[in-house]
DNA sequence: CGACGGATTGAAGCACCTCAACGGGAGTGG
DNA sequence: CCACTCCCGTTGAGGTGCTTCAATCCGTCG
């Protein structure tokens, strides 16, 4: 959900982000190599195994965190167990765009993950001293409050066929272009799209089932896809 | 839902922003009286009826706002004219957090009001000079997003009792500190609620005559309120 | 093989929606 | 001042889409 960078300098082999896989796609896109190389000094990378918790909701925001590889949820539990996930994080995605004292939502590892690591403090400071980095931190707050807004008209109106249309939809965009045919994999399980959507795993599972009964949709494994009917498909999405 | 400003010069009585409401509110407090002044020139008022749109849903971003007042709703309308209003804006709100080229959102007034219209290109370039504005407008997008992906869980995962219980906190939190027994007026109609809410406008109705009926809220007119029992109308809204 | 967790499918229930009637305040005109 | 209308909100009765509960399937792992 991270929006494209400006190319950066070419880095020395020896630069620390040298084979960083989202360098270009993160926030540290925007840095000249020797304040990049200055910048994740301060940064450790960070190793989560499925499942693993990153920050709890209410824990006091002391890092920030750039995804740069695996899958992570971002979500929120009522009292009584019921939860909803505000979002996913692919890599190059930002984790702690806050200036409160804690995190609102919590984070988990979906899939194996690696972040780097930065102190609040630091990254601050850093934050201050490079005006492209505070735009692009702008620009990704921007893009993940209109992503967060579409999924409010999801919850908010969209039948249980058309969440789960639009939900395909999303993991097919973020393949450019789109097109028919082409296999996508999501490593969430059904409970994660159920939390994701505002539905219950069997509404989820027997929407799935429809769609590939209709043949909009091809399932190639539990947790991958095709788009067999991309019109039909966003028809079905839009009501 | 702007986030508080830290205190500013006092202005001349001849400044065109002396007799602001909101100035330490908006994105305008953190600019010095000179700044200001210069940043105002560029920036007509507008006033806006009940009803009336400001800005349409892919209309060009050809210029940004601040909410100086009255109310405007954030909407979005599926092709089958089923609405979801994202976020109400009251006055200090800033309207235009966004670097697409067109709104992803209609924004009209619901309660005659008035704002600052600035031209985006000036816009940016004083963002661009003004460090300071530009952090305040990275924490009022992130605390829009917190609010937004706040809503998210409302939207999926609470019941209706507890989404017209937690509207009615929002109302209130509004008001500093939150006291029962204080009037609480909304000048938004039962369909934005409901269009707010994702509910229908009878259930709407039927739940706030639940908490009336519950003595947890008082009507204190038609679009007035008083919170009588705060301790269980935060428990409700939570579940 | 047997056990386990995740996914699917079926049948019944319920929370909210839909449709419909009614109520009440604001504005208009006699 | 009242009669009328209009709009918004409220209330009631019945319908439905998703949930709940339960059984089964299937791939994985000991």
Redesign the interface.
């Known amino acids: 959900m991270a ?1 494209r960078a400006a190319p950066v300098p070419e880095l020395e082999r020896d630069h620390p982000c040298f084979d960083c896989a989202v360098r270009e796609l993160a926030v540290c896109g925007v840095l000249e190599p020797a304040v990049l190389r200055d910048f994740k000094k301060s940064g450790p990378i960070a190793h989560y195994a499925a499942g693993e918790t990153v920050v709890f909701e209410a824990d006091a925001a002391a890092n920030v965190y750039s995804l740069t590889g695996g899958l992570l949820r ?1 979500s ?1 539990l ?3 167990g ?3 996930i ?2 996913f994080l692919f890599p190059g995605d930002f984790l702690g ?4 004292e804690e995190h ?2 919590t984070a988990e590892a979906v899939a194996p993950s690696t972040l780097c690591r930065f102190p609040r403090r630091q990254f601050d400071a850093f934050v ?1 001293a490079n ?1 492209a980095l ?2 692009r ?3 990704v ?6 992503a ?6 999801l ?4 039948t249980a066929t058309e969440r789960v249309a639009s939900f395909m939809l999303i993991l097919a965009g973020r393949c450019h272009p789109i097109v028919e045919d082409q296999d996508i994999s999501f490593p969430m399980s059904r409970a994660d799209i159920a ?1 994701y ?2 539905l219950r795993i069997e509404t989820v599972s027997r929407e799935i089932s429809a769609l590939k009964a209709a043949r909009v949709i091809q399932l190639t494994g539990r947790q991958s896809f095709r788009v067999a009917d991309l019109g039909r498909l966003e028809q079905l999405a ?2």
């Not at 765009?97 to 409160?100: H, Q």
């Not at 707050?141 to 209109?146: N, Q, R």
């Open positions: 929006t971002l929120k009522l009292p009584d019921r939860r909803q505000a979002g765009i806050t200036l409160e609102a939502f201050a005006p505070e735009r931190l702008y620009a707050a921007a893009h993940e409050l209109a967060a807004r579409q999924q409010l008209v919850l908010g109106r969209k939390d959507l505002g839009e009501g």
